[in-house]
């Protein structure tokens, strides 16, 4: 399996990427999210120092409507009850009938029936983007997995032949997070390394990472190359937040930073 590179370790990510950030930033598109209740805010905090503009729309009777208004969706079960149910079904329903692109955030299934079934069901409105760490996309490609929590016990590279099977099967590009991640539509495999153990003791980091994806769906038409490079820039942001952090509390602020302050003079050959 050919695996191409985004970026070498601990620099910045190639032109293709850079010229994704500015255009997103240019076009402030508007993002939908469907996310759990932990992470809400630092979610929405997330797209405002990227350059997007979030909408935390959630209720049964709006989603519908919203859903085809913004650029991209995002859907994470995190958290979700039999009361969330009906509006991340009737959202995916609205994007897939408008073509709206959307990310599906699957946290967490495998482990548990309730949530598993909900994401049988929500993949029949064919998400564009699939963002799982490696145990959620082994789990959902049905292979043995076993998971602790919301937390992956696999690392990204084993789950790469799952990520390529289900690519195929469902029509969606997967993004498999870890401290690499892998990025594949079935046939390609781009790898994202970068990444930052600490990124996983703040709570919301790789949920915020499928907001990200759904902000570059907004304004590249090809998933593959919107989810390297929300990926990309994620794992610069926190790479670069986390070598001037002491711990989890000061890293979830310098990201918000990295994450606004990358690009911004000191990066673009052109000074945009």
């Not at 990310?103 to 909900?118: I, K, N």
């Not at 390529?164 to 079935?186: H, N």
Request: net charge negative.
């Amino acid at each position: 399996m050919a695996i191409q590179h985004t970026m070498s370790y601990r620099t910045w990510p190639n032109p293709l990427v850079v010229d994704d950030l500015f255009r997103l930033r240019e076009a402030n598109p508007l993002v939908h999210c469907v996310t759990n209740l932990v992470v809400t805010n630092f979610t929405a905090n997330v797209l405002l120092a990227l350059g997007a503009s979030p909408a935390m729309v959630v209720a049964k009777e709006e989603v519908g409507q919203f859903a085809p208004i913004a650029s991209g969706l995002l859907i994470n079960v995190g958290t979700v009850t039999s009361n969330d149910v009906d509006a991340m079904l009737s959202a995916a329903r609205a994007a897939d009938q408008a073509g709206t692109p959307w990310v599906l955030d699957p946290v967490a299934v495998g482990a548990l029936t309730f949530r598993t079934d909900v994401v049988e069901q929500l993949i029949t409105h064919h998400p564009t983007i699939i963002r799982g760490n490696a145990s959620e996309i082994l789990a959902l490609a049905g292979e043995s997995s076993t998971a602790k929590g919301a937390d992956s016990t696999a690392d990204s590279a084993d789950a790469l032949g799952a990520a390529r099977e289900l690519s195929v099967r469902s029509g969606a590009v997967i993004a498999v997070t870890g401290v690499v991640d892998y990025v594949t539509d079935g046939e390609e495999v781009i790898a994202v390394p970068g990444s930052h153990d600490l990124l996983t003791k703040v709570t919301g980091s790789g949920c915020a990472l499928g907001a990200i994806l759904a902000a570059f769906l907004g304004v590249e038409d090809s998933a593959l190359r919107a989810a390297v490079s929300g990926s990309a820039v994620f794992a610069t942001a926190g790479e670069r937040a986390a070598r001037e952090s002491r711990g989890p509390g000061s890293l979830a602020v310098a990201l918000l930073d990295h994450l606004y302050l990358l690009g911004r003079g000191d990066l673009d050959p052109e000074g945009r």
